[in-house]
């Protein structure tokens, strides 16, 4: 192979990745906070689902009566052999996450349902763009929300040095910050050979990105060893707990990441999704485990650590022939963390009547996802809300951050 061969392997595009539909990413960022002068050494864990969550069906509105009907035999139900996991009297969770029912219990966990990005139409490449650039349109910038946050930290709270690690620079995390680099070193087609022949090839080219590249390969030994590096083929359930693990190891460091951001692929069910058992149910059943993970992981960490679960946008209410879901509007956000004001379900339900569905076919969203990112960055990380309608969502003033996010 050569060398050329290798950078065109190793730097593949993001779309790319997406259409390899079971492919695995993830992201770790090493800023480092000064410590707070209310002692609080917060760490924020971004994930996101991409191929679009159907909501629906993860955090069911079985008190609707208009919901069994629509989402027919995937529907959840309050009983039979997989009953759904009640939150409140309207709303049920997958059986599948049985981890996060458990922090929803212990209020350290909260969905928000009925939310969406301000995009509205059902490409996921420009959705992803949308929920990651922080924009309100697909197209406009080459730089992430959350890269844009990091530089807009209060005093105090300096970034000192950040490194992306894995395939590509997800675009949430991406930007002109000089403190910001990436290194494509968690690679589904690369070994570790090629990997160090890539550094070999940037020392003279690029040392910048050599060191960076250096650096990722190291960080990566420590969060993952050898043993529990995910292979190339294997369980993309499984995956999503070994990189959570990994991750929470580096992040519960004192000298570790205060930020991460992952990227799960394969949610987009247009066939054969499945109910309380099937294809969404083992996702959901690997996204639960790595919630569970970052809780064991982090340890005393925990508390002061609020994961964002997001995705581009929701799925149909009414199911398809094909005992699936088609691209949709309105969805969840799921928050979780010792950090998060937890044991709720936040909703401005719209129902679920054929005249209140989004062009006759979605859940119509209520509330705007970055309303949600922007609660948290305010609440947990000190982020000003003109900072935040400004520089890290522009044009974004009118979505007032959500209160009450973060205990």
């Known amino acids: ?70 989402h027919g035999a995937i529907a959840l139900t309050a009983d039979g052999p997989h009953p759904a996991l009640p939150l409140d009297a309207f709303f ?25 990005t301000p995009y509205r139409e059902r490409s996921h490449f420009d959705g992803q763009d949308v929920l990651e650039s922080g924009f309100a349109g697909p197209g406009r910038v080459q730089s992430g929300w959350l890269n844009r946050a990091l530089e807009a930290l ?18 949430v995390l991406r930007g002109a910050a000089p403190t910001v680099g990436w290194a494509p070193v968690t690679l589904p087609q690369a070994d570790d050979d090629t990997a160090m022949r890539l550094v070999e090839l940037y020392t003279h080219r690029d040392p910048a990105l050599a060191a960076a590249l250096s650096q990722g390969l190291k960080l990566e030994k420590v969060a993952f060893g050898d043993d529990m590096k995910p292979k190339p083929g ?22 570790g990441p205060r930020i991460a951001a992952l990227a799960f692929d394969g949610w987009d069910t247009h066939a054969n999704e499945g109910g309380a058992v099937g294809r969404l149910a083992q996702l959901l059943s ?14 005393a960490r925990w508390r002061d650590t609020v994961v964002v679960v997001a995705t581009e946008f929701g799925r149909t209410a009414k199911i398809t022939g094909t005992q699936g879901t088609d691209h949709g509007t309105g969805t969840i956000a799921l928050l979780a963390g010792g950090a998060v ?30 309303a949600v990112f922007k609660g948290v960055l305010a609440a947990h990380l000190g982020i000003g809300e003109r900072a ?9 003033a009118a979505v007032k951050p959500m209160k009450g996010l973060v205990a």
């Not at 690997?286 to 340890?299: I, P, R």
């Open 1 to 70: 192979m050569t060398m050329e061969q290798i950078r065109t392997t190793l730097l593949t595009s993001r779309r790319h990745v997406l259409l390899a539909g079971a492919s695995f990413a993830a992201w770790a960022y090493l800023p480092k906070f000064a410590r707070a002068a209310d002692q609080r050494d917060p760490r924020l864990i971004v994930v996101i689902l991409r191929g679009a969550l159907d909501g629906l069906a993860t955090v069911a509105p079985i008190g609707d009566p208009d919901y069994a009907g629509l």
């Open 92 to 116: 049920a969770l997958h059986p599948s996450m049985p981890e996060f029912a458990r922090m929803y219990r212990d209020k350290q966990a909260a969905v928000i349902h009925a939310v969406a």
């Open 154 to 171: 209060p005093r105090g709270m300096r970034v000192s040095s950040a490194l992306a690690v894995g395939p590509t620079a997800p675009l």
């Open 234 to 255: 294997g369980n993309q359930i499984a995956a999503m707990r070994q990189v959570a693990r990994g991750a929470a190891k580096l992040m519960a460091a004192d000298d």
């Open 286 to 299: 690997g996204l639960d485990g790595a919630l569970a993970e970052f809780e064991s992981g982090l340890g």
């Open 341 to 370: 004001k937890g044991g709720r379900v936040i909703a401005d339900w719209p129902t679920l009547k054929t005249a209140s569905l989004y062009q006759g076919r979605d859940l119509a969203p209520t509330t705007d996802l970055r």
């Open 388 to 396: 935040l309608g400004e520089s890290v969502f522009p044009d974004s």
